[in-house]
């Protein structure tokens, strides 16, 4: 089930109300209601692999009890490491088993041995990646007494299989989602509109933005040997708004629909396009990813508390783990390791933390200087995607050097109807960015909207605007990018 799904318009209602109208009145049920929908949520896909969440969440929960319970050093440790190795165990085998078993055979080969392997035709279990983080999070947290264990089985399967964000993130700690279940919500209105509110601009993102995005970057980049160096632009640009509309939106939907039962998630997204550093950058995409290897991996490490030699080395450690947390293949890799070389030079200068605030704030307008920041940053951040989107290192590498060549300067062709299109988009794309600027100093784009349209017809007016687009473009159904991580 995805969120821009007619499935998922009817379960999500149906599921409100039962939750405030039915069930409102005993936490324990309204726990249970979650879980059960959260069950049926992802069973929805493949209800087989329900068996991993709930097996990862016994072992967890049970961990968690023991943790606190024993004294022992060395059997603490014991038990986290038990912890890690069935979540990571189990992501290992379904995402990256075939990765490591055909660069085995590959390395055998390269040194002239032939060795038959065969690998296995494994289905990847959608959102592995994030529900693992989320429940090692909560082990690693009650071994360092962060945090108490959960008593109510109940609500830490909730915690874990939390439909809103079970998929595609935002990853959750358990520090802040967890102590939310126990205790009793209340509706409130506001908190529901706001909700409502940002999974609006949430769909704009996805079913607008990403998926006619997605129309044009597919085409490009699975024929790319066809078209000219400006072709090949468009193609990495259209990319790079796809998948910041495809991620950002789906984050959006997921917190705004936490809001509706009363939850508050993290926020993911900060309008990382607007970065005038790839240090900023980091701190704007992906949030919860970022901080998670920030503080379970980097600090561990060392941080940049070492010597150069150090600081270099975790650098490199924290960003190709995060590429390769994306995907099993070497394109993920490369591109971590190409976004440490672009954080290593500001790291190194002690520049890696000058731009915390949100750029121009209080302003209607950037200055040169931080139009300039704003456009290399955003550069070198498409080149990257290169690497992000290609199907192996060749493609990425032959594409990089087919966008320099002559045909860089000549005018993009289309014929009649796509041009129409094309152009559409990027008159989509300004409006977008227009509204994703104004709003900039906000959680999400259009959450001040009740301030700066203080007459309720302007603001309606605004949503009915927005509301249409979705409706258009709504045939284009495409599954989110990061349902594949």
Sequence with gaps: MIFNSL??????????????????????????????????FYGWWDWRFLSLIIFSTVADYLIGRALVKEEKLNTRKALLWTSILVNLGFLGFFKYYNFFLDNFVSAFTFFGSELNANSLNIILPVGISFYTFQTLSYSIDVYKRKLEPEQDFVAFAA??????????????????????????????????????????????????IADNCAEFANMIFNGSENYSGSMLV???????????????????????????????????FAYPYFSRDIAEFWRRWHISLSTWFRDYLYIP??????????????????????????????????????????????????????????????????????????????LLTVLAWIFFRAENLGHALTYISDIFSSSLFTIPEFDRYL???????????????????????????????????????????????????????????????????
């Design 159 to 208: 915690f874990v299989s939390f439909f809103p964000q079970l998929v595609a993130g935002p990853i959750e700690r358990a520090t802040n989602l967890l102590p939310q279940f126990p205790v009793k919500r209340q509706f409130n209105y506001n908190k529901a509109v706001d909700g409502l509110r940002q999974i609006l601009w949430g769909l704009f993102k996805k079913v607008v």
């Design 301 to 378: 490490l060392g941080g940049s508390r070492g010597g150069t030699s150090m600081k270099i080395r975790n650098t490199f450690i924290i960003f190709i783990v995060s590429g390769f947390w994306h995907g099993a293949n070497w394109t993920f890799i490369v591109w971590g390791a190409l976004n440490a070389i672009y954080f290593l030079p500001l790291l190194l200068t002690n520049n890696n933390r000058n731009n915390l605030e949100v750029v121009a704030k209080g302003k209607l307008l950037p200055s040169l200087k931080e139009v300039w920041a704003m456009s290399t940053t955003f």
């Design 7 to 40: 499935e998922f318009a009817i379960f999500l209602p149906l599921v409100f109300i039962l939750y405030w109208y039915v069930f409102n009145r005993n936490l324990k049920h309204q726990n249970l209601l979650i879980l059960a929908s959260s069950y049926l």
């Design 419 to 485: 041009g129409f299109k094309v152009a559409m988009i990027f008159v989509l794309l300004i409006f977008f960015l227009i509204i994703e600027w104004m709003g900039r100093e906000n959680e999400y784009a259009i959450e001040g909207l009740r301030v700066r349209m203080n007459k309720r017809v302007y603001r309606w007016s605004f949503y009915l605007i927005i509301w249409s687009f979705i409706f258009i473009f709504s045939g284009n159904e495409q599954e989110f990018i990061y349902f594949q991580f």
């Design 234 to 268: 468009l193609g990495a640009l259209f990319f790079t708004f796809q998948i910041y509309g495809d991620f950002s939106g789906y984050s959006d939907i997921a917190i705004g629909t936490a809001r509706l039962f009363g939850f508050n998630l993290k926020r993911n």
